[in-house]
């Protein structure tokens, strides 16, 4: 009996995430991006550690789990995956956007829970926000000054190339 409940909220979890609205999926997968363009540019620990969190997030929003908790029951569970990582960062600047994500994600749980039935502000404005402190995320672990090193001697090398490539033909 009991496999065959799992099996039954297994296959109701895969409709669901099936019917999920593009534009869900799409905001999931530009985050996923987002996170592998910044470890290509500077793959650090902590960023490698912060994907892990999204993808811990988006594995249990997809997941059976997501079908048998509440709401605000979610959103602590977000809350205690990113407030996990917090402590085995080594940047504090990285650590407080991970901390603002948690802080969010609990801000989020208790308007859930208080006010289950109203669509709240923070209800309707959860995707710029999240979208917006995963760009804060991203921008504190990437370290900008490397990026534009490497830009800047990129557009030196193309700029050579073009050089000796114009004294050539005027030869």
Avoid at 3 to 9: G, K, S, V
Avoid at 120 to 143: D, K, P, R, S
Avoid at 151 to 160: A, E, G, K, P, T
Wanted: hydrophobic share 50%; proline share 1%; glycine share 2%.
């Amino acid at each position: 009996m009991e496999y065959f409940e799992l099996w039954e909220a297994l296959t109701k979890s895969l409709a669901r995430n099936l019917q999920a609205p593009l534009s869900q999926n799409v905001s999931n997968l530009t985050f996923v991006y987002a996170y592998i363009i910044a470890m290509v540019i500077s793959n650090k620990r902590q960023l490698r550690l912060s994907f892990l969190c999204l993808i811990a997030c988006l594995i249990v929003s997809n997941s059976v789990i997501y079908d048998n908790i509440n709401g605000w029951q979610l959103h602590v569970f977000y809350s205690i995956i990113y407030l996990f990582v917090v402590p085995l960062l080594d940047k504090l600047k990285v650590m407080l956007a991970l901390f603002v994500m948690a802080l969010f994600n609990g801000l989020m749980a208790w308007d859930a829970y208080n006010y289950e039935t109203t669509s709240t502000w923070l209800y309707c404005n959860y995707e710029f926000i999240t979208t917006c402190i995963h760009a804060a995320i991203i921008c504190t672990n990437v370290e900008w000054r490397i990026c534009i090193i490497k830009l800047n001697n990129s557009i030196d090398n193309i700029r050579c190339i073009i050089a000796r490539a114009s004294c050539i033909l005027h030869n």
